[in-house]
């Protein structure tokens, strides 16, 4: 263990990253250059000096810092690494110095979570891409077998997030996590609405049962709590859900329906909703088939008769 006294121009710096706004930024800046020790990994943040300064997300300090002799990779709990606390921050420029500098680009922390996973649960779509194109592997899941997929469903952009991840890197917008569930049922269970319906417009099976025997329906209800009960939102992803006539009669392992979710809750538009549902889509049956029905028969103006063929007149000269 390192027991050396810290000096007061490395006390000065972590100070001043600590409490970094852009108006700290020059003095961060001339501290480096004064010879502040930008290796250290004591500081009262326990956090490497190079990770306090990827966290303001300014290219140029991280880059000072880099010059300076900063290690990209520094021995320090892997949640602590710099290239996570630069794509937290939505440092583009900074995550790219680190990347260049050979900063470890699949690195896991604690969690499970490579730094592609970070950015793919906060939205930041460019720096994604540059993780990507730098090689992070795509493929990548946590701990409980959660995909990309389903890490961009923590982003409040994850309808653009989840299109690139599909559509340009062809994930697999059914695929599993260790339960079994899909993206689509892990967003119903989120009561994410936009979510849901992306992943329905990228392909997304509404069938599909994890093992619990649980489709999106089942496990958006048995995870609903009290304070979601009369939230739109809620309402909306089952709308959603039931619009694409997914099973409302299924039953899980245990035997519990849709139905016996919605009655547990004790909430009743929410039991309306879910027992009105059959009567709903016979009515849009009956709808859709009278309306081909009136189609294929002649229109009639009312007060008119349908006319027989006309009488042919005597022959011309």
Same mark, same amino acid.
């Given at each position: ?12 710096l972590r100070k001043a990253l600590k409490y970094y706004n852009p108006g700290k930024k020059q003095q961060c800046l001339n501290l480096i250059a ?6 250290? &990994? ?8 190079? /990770? ?10 991280? *880059? ?6 900063? /290690? ?27 990347? !260049? =500098? ?7 922390? #604690?969690?499970?979570? !490579? ?60 695929? &599993? ?10 967003? =119903? ?8 319906? *992306? ?30 009960? !009369? ?24 035997? #519990?329906?849709?139905?016996?979710? =919605?009655?547990? /809750? ?26 081909? /029905? ?24």
């Open positions: 263990m390192n027991l050396e006294p810290v000096r007061g121009i490395d006390l000065e004064a010879g502040a020790d930008v290796c250290d &990994t004591r500081c009262a943040l326990d956090i490497p000096a190079l /990770t306090a300064g990827a966290a303001t997300g300014d290219a140029d300090i991280v *880059a000072a810092m880099l010059k300076a002799g900063a /290690t990209p990779n520094p021995k320090t709990p892997r949640q602590k690494a710099p290239l996570y606390a630069a794509v937290k921050k939505g440092g583009r420029a900074a995550t790219a110095l680190l990347i !260049t =500098a050979g900063a470890k680009i699949d690195a896991r922390n #604690e969690t499970g979570y !490579t730094p592609l996973m970070v950015a793919a649960s906060l939205g930041h779509i460019d720096i994604a891409k540059d993780l990507v194109a730098a090689g992070a592997d795509i493929n990548a899941v946590q701990f409980d077998g959660s995909g990309l997929l389903i890490h961009a469903l923590h982003s409040p952009k994850s309808p653009d997030v989840l299109q690139y991840l599909v559509n340009d890197l062809g994930l697999d917008v059914n695929g &599993t996590n260790l339960h079994g569930s899909t993206p689509l049922m892990i967003a =119903a269970m989120r009561k994410n609405p936009q979510a849901v319906e *992306a992943l329905i417009d990228l392909g997304a099976n509404v069938h599909i049962t994890n093992k619990a025997g649980e489709n999106a329906l089942l496990l958006c209800l048995r995870h609903a709590s009290q304070r979601h009960m !009369t939230s739109p939102a809620l309402r909306h992803v089952i709308r959603i859900l039931m619009d694409k006539h997914i099973d409302i009669n299924l039953r899980n392992n245990n035997g #519990e329906s849709a139905e016996d979710f =919605a009655v547990s /809750t004790g909430n009743h538009k929410l039991i309306n909703l879910i027992r009105n549902e059959p009567q709903r889509r016979r009515d849009m049956f009956k709808a859709i088939a009278d309306a081909g /029905t009136s189609r294929s028969r002649p229109i009639l103006r009312p007060g008119r008769k349908k006319q027989g063929p006309k009488k042919q007149g005597p022959a011309g000269p």
